[in-house]
């Protein structure tokens, strides 16, 4: 059984490590840095984050999103000055995970996961049309017809595979097939040495050679800072999609120390920095890596094409990669999220949707953010249309409101129109039993309620305050009974 599940391993990481090359390459490009930059990224992030991180079978790696977050530093300041970046935001995710912050993904609410795991499927699925273009044109004619037909066999592959053998990864067998295919057959397509030659020597140990003032801290610290959170997020989002897949639990809070401690060796050895690869970690999962040795195995090849096999390498058809990614998007798309709109409330559609597309249109970071204060909004909406008071008169011709809800920010209003100082008794009691206090805006309602009896000359009494209740009247020194 172990010999088994190393065997599963290691074919999954030498799947893992064909994906993770042209997307590690065309990231590299997006922020105009040389494409070894991004296999070593990809090399130290994934060797590193496999095998100490708190996600087995999570794969990370030089991440387009990051890529988006550092164009502009590259394009001001050069290399350096990224490398330089890539250090400090590794530094902020090791302090991120040491004061055990991981746990803060919980707050993220499950439309909004989906909105997430969507919108990145339909951003891999669109990366790979530019494999379709020739410059800044589309292919016509005969390139267009093989590459699609290319595609389309690789997909094929993949799917039908399955069905005769599990024996070996589908999509290592498509590559290699199709791969096999392109070369004996000579057909005229392109191939991953036509992105960019990844032929190069050891990585080198070098601090970033840019000023140590002040200044260049000032300039490095925005966009490590947003690096970091960037990396963060999606790392702590896809170990959440991991531990589904997986039904098992990973821990966040190693999971960042690791990836800290990868992005900061990457920046001393002169590669980018990166975070979990959703597309990646999808191939992993579903080729059978389970285990930490397949992101060592695909992080140690992908060095290994570097310094070795880079020959063979380049002659890989992008149809055959294109595809797989392809099917990839597929399998991420939470399809479920499709069958159940109309079985689950339009707030939670709308924060899906909207996640969705911003995440197409804008970045990761966005869209989770948005989709938060969409459904916090919801919620507090919600919890404050649910405050309701039964009011009734006792025998000593006093009156009683029995509060049931939650005091907030929001919900202020309708808790202060639950009662009629003028129309009231002079005896009026207000039972907390079953009322929460979350807020200030809770115990300066308190204060106005009491403030409005007491100018209608009349007295208002509060009873059954829970300990959590009185303890924040007691801060702000409001009376209770």
């Known amino acids: 059984m172990k010999a088994k599940r190393l065997r599963a391993d290691v074919l999954a990481g030498l799947t893992t490590s064909f994906a993770l090359l042209p997307e590690c390459i065309a990231f590299a490009l997006v922020a105009h840095l040389n494409p070894l930059m991004g296999l070593y990224g990809a090399f130290f992030i994934c060797t590193l984050t496999a095998l100490f991180g708190g996600r087995p079978g999570m794969v990370s790696g030089a991440a387009g999103s990051m890529a988006v977050v550092i164009v502009a530093l590259v394009v001001q300041h050069g290399v ?11 530094l902020v995710m090791v302090v991120f995970g040491l004061l055990r912050l991981g746990k803060l993904v919980r707050m993220v609410p499950y439309p909004v996961m989906l909105g997430f795991v969507n919108g990145l499927a339909i951003v891999i699925a669109l990366a790979q049309l530019e494999h379709f273009k020739s410059g800044e ?126 992005n900061m060796v990457s920046g001393m050895f002169g590669g980018m920095g990166g975070c979990a690869m959703i597309g990646q970690t999808v191939i992993n999962l579903s ?27 380049e002659r890989i058809p992008l149809a055959a990669l294109v595809g797989v990614m392809f099917v990839v998007s597929q399998q991420t798309f939470a399809w479920a999220s499709l069958r159940v709109i109309r079985k689950v409330p339009l707030n939670d559609v709308l924060v ?16 989770v953010f948005c ?49 009629d100082p003028a ?40 009873l059954h305050l829970s300990e959590r209740c009185k303890t924040l009247l007691k801060r702000a020194r409001v009376q209770h009974d």
């Open 352 to 367: 899906i949707f909207a996640v969705s597309v911003i995440t197409v249109f804008t970045d990761l970071a966005m869209a």
């Open 137 to 262: 044109h589309w292919l016509s004619g005969q390139p267009l017809y093989l590459m699609a037909g290319l595609v389309a066999l690789t997909m094929a592959i993949v799917y039908l595979l399955p069905r005769l053998t599990r024996a070996v990864p589908p999509a290592l067998v498509a590559i290699l097939g199709v791969g096999l295919l392109v070369y004996l057959l000579d057909l005229p397509t392109r191939t991953l040495g036509d992105m960019a030659h990844i032929a190069g020597g050891l990585p080198r140990l070098a601090l970033p050679q840019v000023p140590w003032s002040l200044e260049t801290l000032s300039i490095v610290t925005p966009y490590a800072l947003l690096m970091a959170m960037v990396g963060l997020l999606e790392t702590l989002l896809t170990l959440n999609l991991t531990d589904e897949i997986t039904e098992s639990r990973g821990h966040p809070d190693r999971e960042c120390v690791a990836l800290g401690a990868a």
């Open 287 to 313: 080729s059978g890596g389970r285990g930490r040795l397949s992101g060592v195995v695909a992080g140690g090849l992908i060095l290994l094409f570097v310094l070795f096999l880079s020959p063979l390498i």
């Open 423 to 462: 129309g009231d008794p002079q005896q009026v009691t207000i039972d907390c039993r079953h009322l929460s206090f979350v807020d200030y805006s809770a115990i300066a309602a308190l204060k106005t309620l009491r403030e409005r009896y007491a100018k209608a000359g009349k007295q208002l009494r509060v």
């Open 80 to 90: 350096q000055y990224l490398l330089a970046t890539v250090l400090l935001g590794g």
């Open 371 to 419: 989709g938060i204060v969409i459904a916090a909004l919801n919620f507090a909406w919600q919890q404050a249309r649910e405050l309701y008071a039964d009011a009734h008169l006792e025998a000593d011709g006093s009156k009683r409101y029995q509060l049931h809800g939650t005091l907030f920010f929001a919900s202020t209003t309708p808790f202060l129109n639950q009662f």
